[in-house]
């Protein structure tokens, strides 16, 4: 970066008075908290979050260093607001798939034409897009996901939230966008599924090994030294057991 757009020294100094602010107000919140879901303490954990964040970039962009702090990801769901005793509850489930074998995806979709009894003039399946409407036409979407690789499918992420209600809603009332009213403030839990999570057990699984004792081939030193110190014994005794005309020793009776 050059030195026209990096920030100001009184830049870098202003937003780290903007976290001690926040800091501030977040113990202040804290401290009067009326419940562990406090909407209070909730914005003013943004708020604290935001400066953070705010600072590090400043800081970084300034001088080239960093703080300790880790900020949260967006993905944190907000306080539940919802009903205490929710009578009706909808679950939204996504999960994204990709084509990772197109011939095995519509392979399945000409099996699938086959036990219909349709005759080999439908098109449907000659294509990706024919083909994944007959699967999905065909297989329910967890049928599906559990034998993914069958149809051709890599796994990507998943996610499925539970969210509290008031009532049951109408028939067909949010069929037209059945997505657009979803209310993360009345999601009673949520699972997620994704690579990433994968990726930090790995780099915690690394993190261990790195702090273990083992050497570079991933050997203990002290096996290995066990290891030839026993051939070297080994070696000795089998010298022993040979007289001078190099032929063997018989054997004491108690050996």
């Known amino acids: 970066m050059s030195d026209a757009a990096q920030p100001t020294a009184a830049e870098v100094r202003a937003a780290a008075e903007a976290v001690k602010t926040a800091l501030d107000r977040h113990l202040a919140a804290v401290e009067r908290r009326s419940g562990e879901e406090d909407p209070a303490v909730y914005d003013a954990f943004n ?4 400066a ?10 300034r001088y080239d260093e960093v703080t300790p702090f880790e900020i ?7 306080p539940y607001t ?8 909808s679950v939204l489930i996504r999960r994204d798939y990709a084509v990772a074998e197109p011939q095995r995806l519509m392979a399945q979709a000409r099996r699938v034409e086959a036990a219909d ?3 080999p003039g439908v098109e449907a399946s000659n294509t990706v897009h024919g083909a994944l409407g007959l699967l999905f036409g065909e297989f329910e979407p967890d049928e599906i ?19 509290a209600a008031d009532e049951s809603a109408d028939p067909g009332e949010w069929l037209e966008a059945p997505f657009e009213e979803a209310d993360p403030e009345r999601v009673v839990c949520r699972f997620d599924v994704s690579a990433v999570f994968d990726e ?22 002290e096996l290995d030294e066990d290891l030839d110190t026993n051939l070297d014994t080994d070696t000795d005794e089998d010298e022993d057991d040979e007289d001078s005309a190099g032929e063997p020793v018989r054997l004491e009776a108690d050996r």
């Open 145 to 163: 996901a559990s034998r993914h690789k069958e149809f051709g499918l890599e796994e990507g992420d998943s996610t499925l939230w539970v969210t």
């Open 82 to 89: 919802g009903p205490e005793e929710p009578s009706a509850l």
């Open 200 to 221: 930090e057990l790995d780099d915690d699984i690394d993190d261990a090994d790195d702090d273990g004792d083992a050497d570079d081939d991933g050997d203990l030193p």
């Open 52 to 61: 953070a964040e705010a600072y590090d970039e400043l800081l970084y962009d």
């Open 47 to 50: 708020e604290l979050a935001a």
């Open 117 to 119: 009894g349709e005759g």
């Open 72 to 78: 949260p990801g967006e993905d944190t769901l907000p």
